[in-house]
């Protein structure tokens, strides 16, 4: 069956940076797009950025352009999403998503919470 | 402040129908970008509804149906049940953003 695996949850200092994965299984790893989407504690969904795994190509939120970079990881068919600089807003849970703008995210990872605090 | 506007919160009884709207702009819903539509029960992730404005992937019950015209979508809820009682989200892209966006989300809470 098809599943997002997404690493485990992270607690880092303000500056500090992150690198979550999000490894695919159960259908062809390059035919599809992945998303990244997060949730702050109590809030709605925020868009992060995505990565065509084919071209490698990617598009980033405009307000994370400059922290924020997606690769990835043909041989393991695994996604990273790598933020920077952490802030403590950006304190959320983070998930991956299978798809583009077109198409809809139709499978999710687990998500990872990601906690910055001093 | 979302760039698609959806109602903080609906309400229904078991067996009505429901609609939640997005309403956007004509960069996003106005410029021809379709609307996906996301259903998020608490601590978990959000399921794909809708996708394309108005079609349901598979094992999504046709109790679940999506419009869309001009700047507007809505999502269509009928024969309500206990187990709707969720966050519903609608997405699309922008292109002044050059990027995806979510409304802010509508609660719906079955009566």
Sequence with gaps: QIQLVQSGGEVKKPGASVQISCKA???????????????????????????SVYSGKTNYARR????????????????????????SDDTAVYYCGRGGYMTGYDYWGQGTLVTVSS | QSVLTQP??????????????????????????????????????????ISRSTNRPSGV????????????????ITGLQAEDEA???C???DSSLSGVVFGGGTKLTVL
């Design chain 1, 25 to 51: 299984s159960g259908y062809t790893f390059s035919s599809y797009d992945i998303s990244w989407v997060r949730q702050a504690p109590g809030q709605g969904l925020e868009w992060v950025g995505w990565i």
């Design chain 2, 91 to 93: 997405q699309s892209y």
């Design chain 1, 64 to 87: 994370l352009q400059g922290r924020v970079t997606m690769t990835t990881d043909r041989s393991t068919d695994t996604v990273y999403m790598e933020l920077r600089t952490l802030r």
């Design chain 2, 87 to 89: 966050d519903y989200y």
């Design chain 2, 8 to 49: 903080p919160s609906v309400s229904g009884a078991p067996g009505q129908r429901v609609t939640i709207s997005c309403t956007g702009s004509s960069s996003n819903l106005g410029a021809g970008y379709d609307v996906h539509w996301y259903q998020q029960l608490p601590g978990t992730a959000p399921k794909l509804l």
């Design chain 2, 61 to 76: 019950p046709d109790r679940f149906s999506g419009s869309k015209s001009g700047t507007s979508a809505s999502l269509a």
